[in-house]
């Protein structure tokens, strides 16, 4: 961090030039976007492995099967 | 010195009108909304491979994202992974066999990342050494294709856009978008004002987010470099991030115990993830394939099981010995893989 007011004085403007364009974005109201997101993951519920779980016969990880040899 | 005064004055003006305005969408929560669903069922995976092989610390993990079509026989499947070490290695793991298919001596130990391309050619990793180290795997005999050395920092995080750019971030408090044909840096992320800890790409590769020392979480444009939007809430280091799969949202872990939800459209936080019995830091995270579930590792050795949408827990992995530094779930969301300071891998469905 520059302690000269020439350096402090660039690094304020950068920091003011960044928040105004983050207080320019528009915004979108939280129960809209909590909607589409809950939207979202019901949606997708069936198609997820680990929410479901896997029945072993799709289960590449599931136990190695034994092989008895008579 | 009256133009200090008033940038300082104008800087506590914005900061202020944003609150307002997030504040102005605020009419409701994550959990709230969520009321009316019906609670995740009870998770209890089991462990169904040990991955036994690295002689120290794992500090990271990478899922790839090829599904090898010309090397193994199944059509979609996805089941290469790489982890990182501090006994100086990289391991590429045959996760349904949970063989070693490949290992790659690193030249530095102090590793802190690991990446796989999404091509599976590459990996990439890095450390304390300061550099992004790019290999290729596909060569008769594994060999290092790039040393990326700009960053004044550690490595903390790296992930690979394509074979040709790949993305840091760093503990010298910024990001940067590589060419990996040159070496250079072609952009530079700059805008924390803490040691940046990890990153995570929108499912577009259009933005990325980044969580650091400083609390914040930042989105960013990879094209123009700009930092669009900050997030604040934690109250501690930002050690795990990662996209929601609808790419509306994001999801922080961090050393002040807590996992948070911040809503990219709405600008803020929408649930945090906590429990006043939880006294560990946060140090990993990853998400199953709808996004419901979150799988967060903690310095307490568990990896816990969250429901992304009504904010309670719902399971727990237990089995390391030691803090769970890593975790994550593969593209066909089959399994979530924990990796640990007790040196194993593990992998759970």
């Known amino acids: ?70 | 010195m009256g133009e200090m005064e008033q940038m300082k004055k104008e800087a506590e003006a914005l900061k202020t009108q944003i609150e307002a305005a997030r504040k102005a969408v605020g009419d409701t929560d994550m959990a709230s909304a969520a009321s009316g669903v019906a609670p995740a069922p009870r998770v209890q995976l089991k462990t169904r491979r040990t991955l036994k092989g690295h002689l120290a610390k794992i500090y990271a993990m990478h899922w790839s994202t090829d599904n090898n079509l010309s090397s193994l026989s199944s059509i979609g499947v996805f089941r290469l992974m790489v982890s990182a070490s501090q006994d100086g290695k990289l391991l590429i793991w045959d996760s349904h066999s949970g063989n070693k298919v490949n290992a790659v001596p690193l030249k530095s130990s102090w590793v802190m990342t690991c990446a796989y391309a999404p091509s599976g050619n590459l990996v990439a990793s890095g450390g304390l050494d300061n550099m992004c180290t790019v290999y290729n795997l596909k060569t008769p005999v594994i060999k290092t294709v790039k040393e990326l050395d700009a960053h004044t920092g550690y490595l903390s995080c790296a992930r690979f856009l394509s074979d040709t750019e790949i993305l840091t971030s760093s503990g010298d408090t910024t990001c940067a978008l590589w060419d990996l044909e040159t070496g250079k840096q072609k952009t530079v992320f700059l805008n924390h004002v803490g040691d940046c800890m990890c990153l995570s790409l929108s499912p577009d590769m259009n933005t990325f987010v980044s969580g650091a020392c400083d609390s914040l979480a930042k989105l960013w444009d990879i094209r123009d470099g700009q930092c669009k939007q900050t997030f604040q809430g934690h109250t501690s280091d930002i050690n795990a991030i990662s996209f929601y799969p609808s790419a509306n949202a994001i999801i922080t872990g961090s050393d002040d115990c807590t996992c948070k939800m911040y809503d990219l459209r709405a600008d803020q936080e929408v649930i945090s993830y906590q429990d006043a019995a939880l006294n560990s830091g946060v140090t990993s995270l990853a998400l199953s394939m709808s996004g419901r579930l979150i799988f967060a590792g903690y310095d307490d050795f568990n990896c816990n099981i969250w429901d992304s949408l009504k904010g309670e827990k719902v399971g727990v992995l237990s089995g390391h010995d030691n803090r769970v530094s890593c975790t994550g779930v593969p593209e066909d969301g089959m399994c979530v893989c924990t990796g640990s300071w007790d040196s194993f891998l593990k992998i759970w469905n």
């Open chain 1, 1 to 70: 961090m520059s302690n000269n007011s020439a350096g402090g004085l660039v690094s304020l403007q950068k920091n003011v030039k960044q928040l105004r364009f983050e207080a320019g974005i528009r915004r979108i109201k939280v129960s809209q976007a909590a909607a589409d997101l809950k939207t979202f993951c019901l949606q997708n519920a069936h198609k997820d492995p680990l929410l479901m779980g896997v029945p072993s016969s799709d289960n590449p990880f599931r136990p190695p099967k034994s092989c008895a040899l008579f």
